[in-house]
């Protein structure tokens, strides 16, 4: 096992949503519906045992994508200098990445 420091920001704001096991059973579709249509993240607490994290399943494939780039050094250490030669303005439109429809997403 490993674990992996990570700084996120979000381009837009996320909402979390807490509430307890009783109730979202009582309105466990709204809940769904909500953490899906509005990218929320809703959080079920229970008195007995560990509390529960509900996200939309593109944001959960988002996050696994994300740990999976960032879990070597070698890809942490290449995004970092690819970012870097974008602020910097040293990456053209010439240079492989555009072609594949890469560039201008960052």
């Not at 704001?13 to 509005?38: C, H, M, N, P």
């Not at 988002?62 to 890809?75: D, I, K, P, R, W």
Request: glycine content about 8%; aromatic content about 8%.
């Amino acid at each position: 096992m490993y674990s992996i420091d990570v700084q996120v920001t979000f381009c837009q704001e996320k909402t979390v949503q807490v509430i307890s096991y009783t109730e979202a059973r009582k309105k466990l579709k709204s809940v769904f519906d909500q953490v899906v249509d509005d990218a929320d993240t809703a959080i079920i607490t229970r008195r007995k045992g560990g509390d529960i994290v509900v996200m939309a399943k593109q944001d959960y494939d988002g996050l696994m994508e994300t740990l999976h780039l960032l879990g070597s050094q070698a890809n942490r250490e290449n995004l970092d200098k690819s970012i870097a030669q974008y602020r910097s303005g040293t990456v053209t439109k010439d240079q492989p990445g555009a072609s594949f429809g890469l560039w201008g997403r960052w």
